[in-house]
Nanobody, 116 residues
Framework: QVQLVESGGGLVQAGGSLRLSCAAS????????MGWYRQAPGKQRDPVASISSAGSSDYVDSVKGRFTISRDNAKNTVYLQMNSLKPEDTAVYYCFHRKKTRETSWGQGTQVTVSS
C-alpha cells in the first residue's frame, strides 16, 4: 500500500492562491498516476487534476487555466498550484495515487476554503 501525506490547504480570499503538496511513500510507485479529487459538503467526490509518471496532465474544465499540477518523481511528490481561486473551489481536496494495476491509495484530505 502507498501512504500519502497532504499539506498546503487553508483559507484564502477569492482571487488568491494556494499550493497543495502530496508526498507518496511505501511500495514501488515509479509507474503511476497522481492527482487530486475534491469533495464539497453534501456533494460527491469529483476529479480535479492528475499527472502521470511521464508528465502528462489532465484537468477538469472548471480549473483549466487556473490550476497547474506538477510532480517530482525523485521525491514521489505531486504539487497543485491553485491560482485565481473562486468560492466554488471550496472543498476538501484528496490526493490519490493509482498504480498501473489500478490499485488506488488516498491521502487524508486537506481543507481549502475560498471566501467571497
Amino acid at each position: 500500500q502507498v501512504q500519502l501525506v497532504e499539506s498546503g490547504g487553508g483559507l484564502v480570499q477569492a482571487g488568491g492562491s494556494l499550493r497543495l503538496s502530496c508526498a507518496a511513500s511505501g511500495s514501488p510507485i515509479s509507474i503511476n498516476v497522481m492527482g487530486w479529487y475534491r469533495q464539497a459538503p453534501g456533494k460527491q467526490r469529483d476529479p480535479v487534476a492528475s499527472i502521470s509518471s511521464a508528465g502528462s496532465s489532465d484537468y477538469v474544465d472548471s480549473v483549466k487555466g487556473r490550476f497547474t499540477i506538477s510532480r517530482d518523481n525523485a521525491k514521489n511528490t505531486v504539487y497543485l498550484q491553485m491560482n485565481s481561486l473562486k468560492p466554488e473551489d471550496t472543498a476538501v481536496y484528496y490526493c490519490f495515487h493509482r498504480k498501473k494495476t489500478r490499485e488506488t491509495s488516498w491521502g487524508q484530505g486537506t481543507q481549502v476554503t475560498v471566501s467571497s
